[in-house]
C-alpha cells in the first residue's frame, strides 16, 4: 500500500501552491474516470492528489459573449446538452455524446478529457508492480524502455504523426471536435494565467512520447474556449468504433462546412482514431474547398488525408476507414442545409 495525500483546493492559487509544494509527483483530479484507471493499474503513482471539484465556478458554461466558453470541470454532458451548442455546434456536441457511456460523461470534466493518456494496451497493461519495470517496454509510460506496439498487435495503432518511439493513438474524441473548431485552451499555473491554440496543446512523439502535451504538469486548464462561428452549423462528429454502444474511436472525422449553394466555400476537418494527436487534415480541407461537393470529391478529399499515412502490421483497414469516415462525414454536414 502506497500513502497518497489529498488536498481539496478551493481557488485555483491554492492549487497550483499544493501542486508546487508536492512537487512533480503530484496530479489535479477532477471527475477521476481517468486517473483513477491508471493508478489502480500503477501506470500513474501519485503521491499528492489535489481535487479541484470545490473550486467555485469552474464549471462554469457561457454561450452568451462573443465566443463559447466552457469551464475545465464543466461535466461532458452538461457541455453536450447546453442548447446553444447542442443546436447551432453538432460537432462538438455530438463528439461528447459519441464518447464514453452516459454514466461516465455525467462524471467526466471536458477538461480532464483533453488529458486523458493513450488506450494503447503495452502502456495501460505493461505497468507491472511498482517495484517492477514493467511487463512490456514502453516509451510513453517509461522513456526509453522501447515500444512493444511497434511489431506487435498494433490493430488500434495510429497511420499518422507516429515515430520509430511510438505508435500510440490520442484517444479523445472532444480534442477532435475542438480541433477543428480552432479552440483556446486556458491555462493558470505558477507563472499565472495564459491560452494555448488548441493546435499547440499536444506534442507528436518523435523521440519523447512520454512528453504528451505543451504545458507545465503544475499548469491546470480553467476554460476552454471557441470562437462563434456559422460555420459550426452545417457540422458533424461521425466515429466509427468496434462497439457502437461506446468504445474509443477506430478512426473519426470531425467536419463542418461553409457552403454556397452546393460548393464548399470553408471546409474544417480533423480526424481522431488514427493519429497520435489530434489531427487536422488540411490537405482534405483544400481538396473540397471552391468545388461542388460530391460524394466522388470527398472520397478524394478521404484519400488527400491519408497520402503519407504508414500502416504497421494489422492497421492499414485504418486507412480505408478513415478515409471513407471523411467522405461520409462531409457529405453528412453539407446535408444539414435542409
Ligand atoms: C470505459 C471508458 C470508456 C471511455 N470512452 C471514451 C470515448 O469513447 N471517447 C473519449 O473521448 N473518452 C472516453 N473515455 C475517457 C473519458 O472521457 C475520460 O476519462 C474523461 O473525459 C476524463 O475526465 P475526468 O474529469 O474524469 O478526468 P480525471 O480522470 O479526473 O483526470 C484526467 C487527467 O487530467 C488531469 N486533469 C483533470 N482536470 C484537469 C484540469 N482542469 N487541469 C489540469 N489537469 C487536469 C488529471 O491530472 C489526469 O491526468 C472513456 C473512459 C472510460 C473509463
Known amino acids: 500500500m502506497r500513502p497518497i495525500n489529498y488536498t481539496r483546493a478551493e481557488t485555483l492559487e491554492a492549487a497550483v501552491e499544493a501542486f508546487s509544494a508536492a ?16 493508478m489502480k493499474l500503477g501506470v500513474e503513482q501519485p503521491t499528492h492528489l489535489i481535487d479541484l471539484t470545490g ?17 475545465a470541470l464543466a461535466l461532458m454532458s452538461d457541455v453536450a446538452y447546453t442548447p ?34 493513450t488506450r494503447c494496451m503495452y502502456f495501460r497493461n505493461g505497468a507491472g508492480s511498482a517495484s517492477t519495470v514493467g511487463v512490456y517496454p514502453c516509451n510513453r509510460r517509461q522513456p526509453g524502455s522501447g515500444c512493444a506496439a511497434i511489431g506487435g498487435l498494433d490493430r488500434g495503432h495510429a497511420v499518422l ?27 493558470f499555473g505558477p507563472g499565472g494565467a495564459r491560452s494555448i491554440p488548441i493546435a499547440e ?10 512528453l504528451q502535451f505543451n504545458i507545465d504538469p503544475a499548469e491546470l486548464i480553467t476554460a476552454i474556449t471557441v470562437s462563434k462561428t456559422p460555420a459550426a452549423r452545417l457540422s458533424t462528429y461521425h466515429k466509427i468504433r468496434d462497439r457502437e454502444s461506446f ?4 478512426a473519426s472525422a470531425a467536419v463542418a462546412v ?40 470527398a472520397l478524394e478529399a478521404g484519400q488527400a488525408a491519408f497520402r503519407n499515412a504508414r500502416a504497421g502490421q494489422h492497421n492499414a483497414l485504418k486507412m480505408d476507414l478513415g478515409l471513407r469516415v471523411i467522405a461520409d462525414a462531409l457529405m453528412i454536414a453539407a446535408e444539414r442545409r435542409a
Open 23 to 38: 512537487g512533480a509527483d503530484a496530479r489535479y483530479i477532477a471527475g477521476g474516470t481517468t486517473l483513477y484507471d491508471l
Open 201 to 210: 496543446f499536444y506534442r507528436l512523439p518523435g523521440e519523447t512520447p512520454h
Open 161 to 187: 504523426g507516429a515515430s520509430d518511439a511510438c505508435t500510440a493513438v490520442s484517444p479523445g474524441d472532444w480534442p477532435v471536435a475542438l480541433m477543428a473548431m480552432d479552440a483556446i485552451i486556458e491555462l
Open 55 to 71: 473550486i467555485a465556478g469552474l464549471n462554469a458554461i457561457d454561450t452568451d459573449g462573443d465566443v463559447l466558453r466552457f469551464g
Open 84 to 117: 446553444a451548442v447542442h443546436e447551432g455546434y453538432p460537432v462538438l456536441s455530438e463528439s461528447l455524446l459519441k464518447a464514453a457511456s452516459q454514466q461516465l460523461r455525467n462524471m467526466a470534466t471536458v477538461g480532464g478529457n483533453l488529458l486523458q493518456r
Open 258 to 297: 461553409e457552403m454556397d449553394g452546393g460548393t464548399v466555400r470553408t471546409a474544417r476537418i480533423a480526424l481522431g482514431g488514427v493519429a497520435t494527436v489530434p489531427w487536422r487534415a488540411k490537405a482534405a480541407e483544400e481538396t473540397v474547398v471552391g468545388k461542388p461537393l460530391t460524394p466522388e470529391l
Open 247 to 250: 468504445a474509443f474511436a477506430l
